[in-house]
């Protein structure tokens, strides 16, 4: 069966230091998202990828995350420098094309 | 105004109970409404989705949805300890997948 991965399941880092996760969606979905969740919370979009273009990246906090899908398939996210608040878990989804999504089994970041 | 609402809960229903959760959301162009299960530290999995006004039927599980009230629900016929767990409504608005913050569900034997 087909699944989202993502790597790596648990990073713990210190504040001020560079962090990366990454993301390959199932083959051939051509829509991938990256979500923020804070434990009690729903997922907060943080970018919309269709192909390696952005639809969205209005909730990203663009001084210190990025992300990228240069060619089409998979993903980084970024966070440089992490924040004691950006501690959460951050899940990666793909979807056929703006159809039902499709997560993969997260990253769990602490920052401390 | 969120876009989309759901009562956080927790929700408690005896084993064997229906459980009926609800979501609303706010932008009247929505075309697609998902429901996910979340079990404590894991990901969201797509358990119904619904596009047409109505119900829809899956084994224990019934998504209904109502567009001019702008209100969507899952039901759980015959709830078992193992549904415990956060339902999170979804729903697809200007290309975005928008999340409510979940509803915490209990079955308690």
């Known amino acids: ?112 | 105004q969120k876009e989309v609402e759901q009562n956080s809960g927790p929700l408690s229903v005896p084993e064997g109970a229906i459980a009926s959760l609800n979501c609303t959301y706010s932008d009247r162009g929505s075309q697609s409404f998902f429901w996910y299960r979340q079990y404590s530290g894991k990901s969201p999995e797509l358990i119904m989705f619904i596009y047409s006004n109505g119900d829809k039927e899956d084994g224990r599980f019934t998504a209904q949805l109502n567009k001019a009230s702008q209100y969507v629900s899952l039901l759980i016929r015959d709830s078992q300890p193992s549904d415990s767990a956060t339902y999170l409504c979804a729903v697809t608005g200007t290309d975005k997948l928008i999340f409510g913050t979940g509803t915490r569900l209990q079955v308690f034997p």
């Not at chain 1, 991965?5 to 199932?26: G, H, L, M, N």
């Open chain 1, 1 to 112: 069966e087909a699944e989202v991965a993502q790597s790596p399941r648990y990073k713990i880092t210190e504040k001020s230091q560079a962090v990366a996760f990454w993301c390959d969606p199932i083959s051939g979905h051509a829509t991938l998202y990256w979500y923020r969740q804070i434990l009690g919370q729903g997922p907060e979009l943080l970018v919309q990828f269709q192909d390696e273009s952005v639809v969205d990246d209005s909730q990203l906090p663009k001084d210190r995350f990025s992300a990228e899908r240069l060619k089409g398939v998979d993903s980084t996210l970024k966070i440089q420098p992490a924040e004691l608040g950006d501690s959460a878990m951050y899940l990666c989804a793909s979807s056929p094309r703006n159809t039902e999504a499709f997560f993969g089994q997260g990253t769990r970041l602490t920052v401390v």
